[in-house]
Nanobody, 119 residues
Framework: VQLQASGGGLVQAGGSLRVSCAAS????????LGWFRQAPGKERELLVV????????YHADSVKGRFTISRDNAKNTFYLQMNSLEPEDTAVYYC?????????????WGQGTLVTVSS
């Protein structure tokens, strides 16, 4: 499985942005999907996970109520919708996936896309 993240950019505080992750390979519907981020000087943070059955299984407290993961199995693509963005959300965002059950760390990673939130 190869993952390609896209959609990062510059957004003002309070704004919204959606980043995407396109997956290649077979059986996208069997993948559990997630998003991480890493801000400068900070550890990588797991944000949200959706298991392969389609149920959202985890949201970090820092993004709960603001960030939503979704998937489009027909397009082999999943998304992270980010609302009410804050300067503290500035980071490189990484998509990740695992076959069936989510593991730590997951098996497959995208290359990251930079999101910058200006105040």
């Amino acid at each position: 499985v190869q993952l390609q993240a896209s959609g990062g950019g510059l957004v003002q505080a309070g704004g919204s942005l959606r980043v995407s992750c396109a997956a290649s390979g077979r059986a996208f519907s069997n993948l559990s999907l997630g998003w991480f981020r890493q801000a400068p000087g900070k550890e990588r943070e797991l944000l949200v996970v959706m298991d392969w059955t389609g149920g959202s299984t985890y949201h970090a407290d820092s993004v709960k109520g603001r960030f939503t993961i979704s998937r489009d199995n027909a397009k082999n693509t999943f998304y992270l919708q980010m609302n009410s963005l804050e300067p503290e959300d500035t980071a490189v965002y990484y998509c990740a996936a695992d076959r069936f059950a989510w593991t730590s760390p997951p098996a497959y990673w995208g290359q990251g896309t930079l999101v910058t939130v200006s105040s």
